[in-house]
């Protein structure tokens, strides 16, 4: 997993991107865009929970 961040519209509305990637097959597995909370990481893990 990895993360980065953008401004949306304004420096005050900081957004981060969460993906987690497979080297394997060299792509991202699910993504979620949002605001740097546990609510965002939830959203991304309950993503992930197919994958095992």
């Known amino acids: 997993m990895d993360e ?3 401004y949306v ?3 005050s509305r900081q957004r ?3 993906y ?3 080297r ?3 792509t991202v597995v699910v993504h979620v ?3 740097r909370t546990i ?3 939830e959203r ?3 993503l992930l929970s197919p994958f095992g």
Do not use: H, P
Request: charged share 20%.
């Open 39 to 41: 609510a965002t990481l």
């Open 44 to 46: 991304l893990m309950s």
């Open 33 to 35: 865009f949002g605001e």
């Open 20 to 22: 987690a990637y497979d």
């Open 4 to 6: 980065q961040w953008g």
């Open 9 to 11: 519209g304004a420096k």
């Open 24 to 26: 394997l097959r060299k």
């Open 16 to 18: 981060w991107l969460f």
